[in-house]
């Protein structure tokens, strides 16, 4: 099935990221950024995208600018086709990688039914994914796109958990379906947005935090649906403008330009 191809990608674009050893070597001019804290069990988007060196462009989709080329090619051993091209990004705050590469439709998700994609999603996502959001339109030149957003939880050395979102687009073009997947962080010091927005509507609504943390977390399509690491309030993409580079809001600004620029 169609999200169970998706997944496997996912999973495989995720090993290959935990994989990962740092490197410090940035990537473009904001090789300042790094983070030089090694993690043992899991190295994350930052440390993969510090290991390449940045090469010239070139892509069937236009992509922000802050996106680089990675120069060294992808392994071939975790399931991704030889023909994706992976780009990366860092910031103090966020850190992202991305690979594209066109599909055929029977791998595409549908233009036409986000709700298809909800009820597979729903169906099929593990104990720590979440869906935070999907959504499909056209682009500003006329092109069919499809969206979603996951969150994965992960575990680092000392117990505290760590979230990455997944972003995949496809985008219909003249003669190709283009697939984009990609994996955001945060860097620097984490959990900023969540903290703010817990204790800013705990005091906006005179609730205690015990009282809001009861309601803080609900998927976005289903108020029924209890399964897994459910998005919070946090991530509504109403507050992406007051932590403009968290990594979720990195995540819907690359989405953004995409329909906008092609």
Same mark, same amino acid.
């Given at each position: 099935?169609?999200?169970?191809?998706?997944?496997?990608?996912?999973?495989?674009?995720?090993?290959?990221?935990?994989?990962?050893?740092?490197?410090?070597?940035?990537?473009?001019?904001?090789?300042?950024?790094?983070?030089?804290?090694?993690?043992?069990?899991?190295?994350?988007?930052?440390?993969?995208?510090?290991?390449?060196?940045?090469?010239?462009?070139?892509? @069937?989709?236009?992509? *922000?600018?802050?996106? !680089?080329?990675? $120069?060294?090619?992808?392994?071939?051993?975790? +399931? =991704? &086709?030889?023909?994706?091209?992976?780009?990366?990004?860092?910031?103090?705050?966020?850190?992202?990688?991305?690979?594209?590469?066109?599909?055929?439709?029977?791998?595409?998700?549908?233009?036409?039914?986000?709700?298809?994609?909800?009820?597979?999603?729903?169906?099929?996502?593990?104990?720590?994914?979440?869906?935070?959001?999907?959504?499909?339109?056209?682009? @500003?030149?006329?092109? *069919?796109?499809?969206? !979603?957003?996951? $969150?994965?939880?992960?575990?680092?050395?000392? +117990? =505290? &958990?760590?979230?990455?979102?997944?972003?995949?687009?496809?985008?219909?073009?003249?003669?190709?379906?283009?697939?984009?997947?990609?994996?955001?962080?945060?860097?620097?010091?984490?959990?900023?947005?969540?903290?703010?927005?817990?204790?800013?509507?705990?005091?906006?609504?005179?609730?205690?935090?015990?009282?809001?943390?009861?309601?803080?977390?609900?998927?976005?399509?289903?108020?029924?649906?209890?399964?897994?690491?459910?998005?919070?309030?946090?991530?509504?993409?109403?507050?992406?403008?007051?932590?403009?580079?968290?990594?979720?809001?990195?995540?819907?600004?690359?989405?953004?330009?995409?329909?906008?620029?092609?």
């Amino acid at each position: 099935m169609k999200v169970i191809k998706r997944a496997v990608l996912t999973g495989a674009v995720l090993k290959l990221i935990q994989s990962r050893r740092r490197i410090k070597q940035g990537i473009g001019s904001n090789a300042s950024c790094a983070d030089s804290v090694e993690r043992a069990n899991h190295d994350g988007v930052g440390r993969y995208v510090d290991g390449f060196a940045s090469a010239g462009r070139k892509e @069937a989709l236009t992509l *922000p600018p802050e996106y !680089e080329r990675l $120069k060294q090619s992808l392994p071939t051993d975790l +399931g =991704i &086709p030889k023909e994706a091209v992976p780009y990366g990004m860092r910031t103090p705050d966020a850190s992202g990688l991305l690979i594209m590469y066109p599909v055929s439709e029977t791998i595409s998700m549908p233009f036409d039914n986000d709700q298809w994609i909800i009820d597979q999603m729903h169906e099929h996502m593990g104990e720590n994914e979440g869906l935070i959001e999907v959504k499909s339109g056209i682009t @500003a030149k006329g092109h *069919p796109y499809v969206h !979603e957003i996951i $969150k994965h939880r992960f575990e680092v050395e000392d +117990g =505290i &958990p760590m979230v990455e979102y997944t972003i995949n687009i496809n985008v219909k073009l003249d003669k190709t379906i283009q697939f984009i997947n990609g994996s955001f962080k945060e860097e620097g010091t984490t959990g900023v947005r969540d903290s703010t927005a817990l204790h800013f509507f705990s005091s906006a609504n005179d609730m205690s935090l015990e009282e809001v943390l009861e309601i803080w977390w609900e998927d976005p399509y289903d108020s029924e649906y209890k399964k897994g690491f459910l998005m919070n309030m946090s991530e509504q993409e109403k507050l992406d403008e007051l932590f403009p580079t968290h990594a979720l809001s990195e995540a819907r600004k690359l989405l953004k330009y995409i329909v906008e620029n092609n």
